[in-house]
């Protein structure tokens, strides 16, 4: 984290020597030299500016180190294959959303590194980007209305969406994916979510959801 820190503010001092360059070639009449040092002065605030946007989006995003708390979804039924979800996630606003189906759906992004991202200090991050409700037949999520519920926030430069796009200008990026954890809903079922190294997890926590869980793992099988 003090690498990318660091490297921010090597950037925008380069960019400032450009600046003073270009402003004292263009008082002493040399057009072409500060005309070349305005050029410079701009590349270099450009890739400091990427970089801090991107630093931004980084923060944006969890830390993985364990297995880490993502926090509590509850479920109450209003209606034949309708839920109000509650999904309280830890550290930020609770998001009550309605869900139709009979089975929801979580939706996350991961970034893992390798060096020389390892040695700035990265660590993996994840970021929550959808709740969904599904149903458990093919035919009906075909044909029936789904419902759909973004949970990431729109930024200028994203860290997942640069990384897919310009996998070439990340060389420490080791993997990139997404991971999906769904179950069933049922009235007062509340479930907890939590991130492994690698994927989401949900688990019931109270008789409902118990009860619910192994009605479908009956139906499953």
């Keep these: 984290m003090n690498g990318l820190i660091a490297i921010g503010a090597i950037l925008s001092l380069v960019a400032l020597l450009y600046f003073i360059s270009a402003l004292r070639h263009l008082r002493r009449g040399r057009l072409l030299r500060a005309g070349g040092s305005a050029t410079m002065c701009a590349a270099t605030a450009a890739l400091g500016t990427a970089g801090i946007l991107l630093f931004m989006s980084y923060l944006g995003y969890q830390r993985l180190t364990a297995e880490s708390l ?125 991130m492994s190294r690698d994927a989401l997890v949900a688990r019931p926590v109270n008789e409902e959801a118990r009860k619910a869980v192994g009605e479908w793992s009956q139906v499953a099988e």
């Design 70 to 194: 993502v926090g509590d979804i509850q479920f109450t039924q209003t209606g034949p294959e309708e839920f109000t979800a509650r999904l309280m996630i830890e550290g930020h606003l609770d998001h009550l959303v309605t869900l139709r189906g009979n089975e929801w759906q979580l939706d996350a992004r991961v970034v893992t590194w390798k060096p020389p991202a390892t040695i700035l200090g990265l660590e993996p991050v994840y970021q929550l980007e959808r709740l969904s409700g599904r149903y458990s037949s093919i035919d009906r999520e075909r044909s029936e209305p789904r419902t759909v519920h973004g949970l990431a926030e729109e930024q200028i430069l994203d860290l997942w969406s640069t990384v897919r796009k310009f996998p070439k200008l990340a060389p420490g990026v080791d993997a990139y994916y997404g991971t999906a954890t769904y179950l069933p809903m049922a009235d007062r079922a509340r479930f907890r979510i939590t």
